[in-house]
């Protein structure tokens, strides 16, 4: 099947349903790696701390996106109840979040860029670890989503 606009009208709806409903059960997995990353990288006092803020910065800003999706969601179903909805508006929503998130997005990575300037070559390698860990993690999903998306069987 080829893409279409209504299949990413679907597509977006689904995310959108999945991503609010789950945000909120999904945040005691996130402190649980962060307590594994945390306890694997044995941090020193000074390295605590700025591990301490970047992941405050990092909280924050999933739940400004959080937020954004739960009214994201709610202005989709408000455009959905019309008799004749503006699906145009998906491409806005996104936009929005986007925009939204932007400076939270630049405190995050700037606090973790902060701590790992702080690290030793041992705390890198293990770090380098966890990253590709949830890269991998994420490459699934990604995958997965787009085959929705794009109606691709394996």
Do not use: C
């Not at 997995?29 to 962060?34: A, D, F, I």
């Not at 929005?96 to 700037?110: F, K, M, N």
Request: cysteine-free; proline content about 3%; overall charge neutral.
């Amino acid at each position: 099947m080829k893409f279409s606009f209504l299949r990413a009208t679907v597509f977006g709806l689904l995310l959108a349903a999945a991503f609010t409903s789950s945000a909120f059960a999904a945040m005691p997995q996130l402190n649980l790696r962060l307590e594994k990353l945390e306890e694997a990288l044995n941090l020193k006092p000074a390295q605590k701390e700025q591990y301490d803020v970047a992941v405050g910065a990092t909280k924050r800003m999933l739940l400004q996106l959080t937020m954004a999706g739960l009214q994201a969601k709610q202005k989709l179903a408000e455009e959905l109840a019309k008799p004749r909805p503006d699906f145009g508006v998906l491409w806005e929503l996104r936009e929005a979040v986007v925009e939204d998130g932007r400076s939270l997005r630049r405190e995050a990575g700037e606090e973790w860029r902060k701590l790992y300037v702080m690290l030793d070559d041992d705390q890198v390698a293990t770090l380098k670890r966890f990253i590709q860990d949830q890269a991998n993690q994420a490459g699934l999903l990604h995958e997965f989503m787009m085959q929705l998306m794009l109606g691709l069987d394996r």
